[in-house]
């Protein structure tokens, strides 16, 4: 009778916890600031193009509030993806402000990131993870790379043909 007894309550906390592993695994918590890097390959002078992304997440009821950042070259621009979006279990659907199609990020559970629709230069999705104080740094030398590249003079635009100077 003893051995029923343990076997039914090591039954019932088994249930209890595979219940909250799979609810916690189905749902994920979105806010905060996360971050990546996009790849995107060699110009012209060989330089190798990055461009920082991040990512805020705010709850808003039933829907979240996007805001991108990227960083391109010195400036930092509001992203085509900040909008709204909303939860589908481990996948985050957002609506673009712009009115353009909506696109789905995933959720992996395994190493806590975030796989989005950017791609970089060889094909792979751009991957974010959470901001911790641990990344600050890192983030920053990004930024001041991604500036540095843009500064040098071989990646200036030349415009004398827009400008019709034909001198």
């Keep these: 009778m003893k051995k029923i007894l343990v076997l039914i309550i090591a039954l019932a906390a088994a249930i209890a916890g595979g219940y909250f592993a799979a609810t916690s695994f189905f749902t994920s918590s979105w806010e905060g600031t996360w971050w990546?890097?996009?790849d995107a390959g060699l110009n012209w002078s060989g330089d190798n193009?990055?461009?920082?992304?991040?990512?805020?997440f705010t709850s808003n009821?039933?829907?979240i509030i996007v805001d991108q950042k990227v960083q391109r070259g010195a400036r930092e621009l509001t992203g085509d993806l900040s909008g709204t979006a909303v939860r589908d279990g481990g996948r985050l659907t957002?609506?673009?402000a712009d009115g353009s199609s909506p696109v789905s990020f995933s959720f992996n559970r395994m190493n806590h990131t975030i796989?989005?629709?950017?791609?970089?230069?060889?094909g792979t999705p751009v991957?974010?993870?959470?901001?911790?104080?641990?990344?600050?740094?890192e983030i920053e030398k990004i930024r001041s790379e991604i500036v540095r590249t843009a500064q040098n003079p071989a990646n200036a635009i030349d415009t004398t043909i827009s400008h019709g100077d034909n001198e």
Excluded: H, M, Y
């Excluded at 193009?49 to 805020?56: A, C, H, Q």
């Excluded at 796989?115 to 060889?122: M, V």
């Excluded at 991957?127 to 740094?137: I, P, Q, T, Y």
């Design 94 to 96: 957002i609506t673009p």
């Design 61 to 63: 009821g039933d829907s």
């Design 127 to 137: 991957v974010l993870k959470k901001v911790s104080d641990s990344d600050s740094a």
């Design 115 to 122: 796989e989005t629709s950017l791609t970089n230069a060889d």
């Design 49 to 56: 193009i990055k461009i920082l992304e991040t990512f805020t």
């Design 36 to 38: 990546g890097v996009q």
